[in-house]
């Protein structure tokens, strides 16, 4: 089987659909994923051909799991044998049926005269499983070293009137779903200046990045060390918005830091100062700063102290 990336999802021989959350080589026996939709004759969602789905909340996905296929959850995780795939959706492939929708369609335009070429471009999430509610948001994705571009093409469309920028009602939407570590103020500066959100017709998209790496970079699990805060220029941010997030760090012990909440990605740019509080860890004698070690991410957050006017 071909390399499986995040953004894409995969589906089971049970027609489960799963969205995939770490990169994956072919010779892997297995993927890391998420359970997202299963067949239901009474799921609230519906697709082009008539089948039904339930979409699954993140607990509830692993009670089903656990009552249905234990075997899919390892270490606290859901872990799919890639033998158990029978079809990967691409956001890249599926973004051609797409482009009939006007939002989409608006979007996709706007990079491609922007110079990003359509093969760069992609649809995830709800849409790319043909799944989506008229209400439902847009995950865009951009693949590699365009997804930079795309954040100054999406600017100055925004400068232009083209794309609108989010309202605080829907920005204390997104605060509040995501529930940070962090003051809603300091949330939303940052969050503007990342620029990776926008409005079209009043419907909200934001832009994710993905590793167009033949080897995207893997992080296998450290020694836990205890809890850390740390402060430490940012020396590199080159994969600041890949998941997890990677930001490498001039400190006198720990090397970088990653953040495996997607709220936190993109959240420091190169030579400003950080303030990261997570979870110390060592591998290979190295050590790293983990941010996002549950799914709340409670106790742990990452700060540009250089936006905040603190560094």
């Not at 929708?101 to 849409?127: C, L, N, Q, Y």
């Not at 167009?212 to 450290?222: C, H, L, Q, S, V």
Request: charged residues 30%.
């Amino acid at each position: 089987m071909s390399t499986i990336r995040i953004r894409d999802f995969i589906v089971t021989q049970d027609g489960w659909i799963f969205s995939v959350i770490s990169y994956s080589m072919p010779s892997d026996e297995r993927i890391n994923a998420l359970l997202r939709y299963v067949p239901d004759e009474k799921g609230e969602r519906m697709r082009s051909d008539g089948l039904r789905f339930h979409k699954m909340e993140f607990e509830e996905s692993f009670k089903f799991l656990r009552e249905n296929k234990p075997e899919y959850i390892l270490g606290g995780s859901h872990s799919i044998p890639i033998a158990d795939v029978v079809e990967i959706l691409r956001p890249d492939v599926r973004i051609h049926a797409l482009l009939s929708h006007p939002v989409i369609k608006v979007i996709a335009d706007t990079f491609r005269e922007g110079g990003i070429p359509a093969s760069r471009m992609g649809v995830t999430g709800s849409w790319l499983c043909d799944l989506a509610t008229p209400t439902s948001d847009i995950d865009f994705v951009v693949y590699g070293k365009s997804f930079f571009d795309a954040i100054e093409i999406l600017k100055r469309a925004k400068a232009e009137g083209k794309i609108s920028e989010l309202d605080e009602s829907l920005w204390r939407k997104i605060y509040e779903k995501r529930s940070p570590e962090i003051s809603f103020d300091e949330f939303l500066v940052h969050e503007v200046r990342k620029g990776n959100r926008g409005m079209i017709e009043g419907r909200y998209f934001d832009l994710l990045y993905v590793n167009d790496g033949k080897k995207p970079p893997r992080y296998a699990r450290g020694k836990v060390l205890g809890r850390c805060r740390i402060e430490a220029v940012v020396t590199d941010a080159s994969h600041a918005f890949d998941s997890p997030a990677v930001f490498k760090v001039d400190h006198k012990e720990v090397e970088e830091v990653l953040s495996f909440t997607h709220t936190y990605a993109g959240q420091v740019m190169e030579g400003e100062v950080m303030e990261a509080k997570g979870v110390l860890e060592e591998i290979e004698g190295k050590k790293r700063l983990i941010v996002g070690t549950t799914r709340e991410a409670k106790g742990e957050w990452i700060r540009s102290l250089t936006l905040m006017g603190e560094g």
